[in-house]
């Protein structure tokens, strides 16, 4: 009979608590049976930042904490067999495998086996069929940086069957990350629909990390978690129905219940009867959850539907610069002198660029980009008031403008400003189209020194 797996989640966002994995990894090694660790380290966002850093050196554009998150843990899953799957690779999978095998020298480990899944990223000048999906969008050809798909789990699962100890990946679906070793573990068909949606539910459930596990679900007073400074990260076990426990690693903070359950399960789920995945479209109507002990979840119930013949593709382009920069002012009269500052800015840049205006300590958060709540809102005596200015503009010249007018309110008033912060940075941007998944197959190849 096949063995549960285990899979637990070492990372949810790129930034995300180094120390997290070692936790997980200790518990995964103390129940002694199958197991893999996964790292999700992307988001939308975050593929764009490593698009720049990538287009700034060649050599970068993966996880930056790559080195920190895997340095705790990399022996310990290589000495007791517990596989890596991270989309890590972010927009430079080879760069990430080449750091990763530096890392296993560094620490004086064997050389592990890595295998990179590719496909995620569609080649510019390639099949015809997706460019022209790609190009439908109202991005100029000529200002698109990168297409990213995102890929499902088959490839993973391929690796895992072929001895990768390591699989990076770039943009795969995040549920990808966990069905992919279910699959390998299970051997699961791409058919096998309910089974396939139950494992996604589960990567669904580990893909945020300690969200599932309290931290994001804390809200004091109103919805109390123990032991937030010391978080545990989540871990799945995975039957071979496609049904999970959800728990965490053993001896830290955070709990597992039927409400943080809910919580994450519903995050980012547009319909439950369609939660769409490039493997399996997941029916979560009919799912049940039954708290079955201390920090554990059952989840069963999920059904399945045929996956979908389109995979989403994010389009990023070239959308110039963003500035920005921030002023404090403080005592008496302080929300006034802010207010003027914004009347100087505004005066003085004449409408050179689109700016944004935030008062933190009055309005910033619920604010938007048209300004319309800032400025309706009654002038008040804030005596803590911390201006920001932010503009894009396709010239650099332009922010550079914006930002020395910012710093010039230093000696030029209102009085009693300080404590600037200037920065500007490339901006790339972001458009959704679907393309066909017949025109980006996706595979994977073992990674050689």
């Not at 955070?254 to 769409?276: C, N, S, W």
């Amino acid at each position: 009979m096949v063995k549960s797996l285990l899979v637990g989640c070492g990372a949810g966002f790129s930034g995300d608590r180094v120390d997290a994995a070692e936790p997980v990894v200790d518990t995964l090694i103390r129940r002694a049976q199958p197991a893999v660790l996964i790292y999700e380290n992307l988001a939308e966002r975050t593929l764009a930042f490593a698009h720049i850093a990538k287009s700034n050196d060649p050599q970068l554009g993966y996880e930056p904490l790559l080195a920190l998150e895997l340095s705790p843990v990399l022996g310990k899953c290589l000495s007791h067999g517990i596989p890596i799957v991270g989309n890590f690779g972010a927009a430079n999978p080879e760069g990430a495998a080449k750091r990763i095998l530096e890392l296993a020298a560094e620490l004086g480990l064997p050389t592990p086996t890595i295998a990179i899944v590719s496909g995620d990223e569609v080649p510019l000048d390639g099949h015809i069929e997706a460019m022209a999906t790609l190009f439908a969008t109202s991005v100029p050809q000529e200002k698109v940086v990168s297409a990213n798909v995102y890929q499902g789990a088959f490839p993973i699962a391929e690796a895992l069957k072929a001895g990768a100890q390591i699989v990076v990946t770039g943009r795969v679906a995040d549920p990808a990350l966990t069905l992919g070793p279910a699959i390998a573990h299970f051997g699961w068909q791409e058919d096998d629909w309910d089974k396939l949606a139950g494992a996604s539910i589960a990567g669904h459930l580990l893909e945020c990390g300690s969200q599932v596990t309290g931290g994001y679900f804390c809200d004091p007073g109103m919805k109390d978690v123990p032991g937030m400074d010391k978080l545990g990260f989540p871990i799945a076990e995975i039957f071979p129905d496609g049904s999970c426990i959800i728990t965490k690693a053993d001896d830290t903070g955070g709990m597992v219940d039927l409400l943080t359950v809910k919580e994450q399960l519903i995050y980012e789920i547009h319909d439950p009867a369609r939660f769409m995945t490039p493997d399996v479209v997941a029916d979560i109507g009919e799912l049940e959850l039954e708290q079955i002990g201390a920090n554990a979840v059952r989840v069963h119930g999920v059904r399945g539907q045929q996956r979908p013949d389109t995979l989403k593709t994010n389009v990023y382009f070239d959308d110039g610069w963003l500035g920005e920069a921030e002023i404090s002012y403080s005592g008496c009269n302080a929300e006034a002198r802010a207010r003027l500052s914004m009347q100087v800015i505004e005066a003085r840049l004449k409408g050179a660029l689109h700016l944004r205006f935030d008062l933190i300590g009055v309005v910033s958060i619920s604010g938007d980009d048209s300004g319309r709540l800032l400025k309706s809102t009654a002038r008040g005596f804030a005596s803590d008031v911390r201006l920001r200015v932010a503009g894009a503009h396709a010239e650099a010249d332009v922010i550079d403008r914006m930002l020395r007018e910012v710093n010039a309110l230093y000696n030029n008033g209102p009085a009693g400003g300080g404590g600037v912060r200037l920065n500007k940075r490339r901006r790339v941007s972001m458009q959704t189209c679907f393309v066909p998944r017949s025109a980006v197959p996706a595979r994977f190849h073992f990674v050689t020194q």
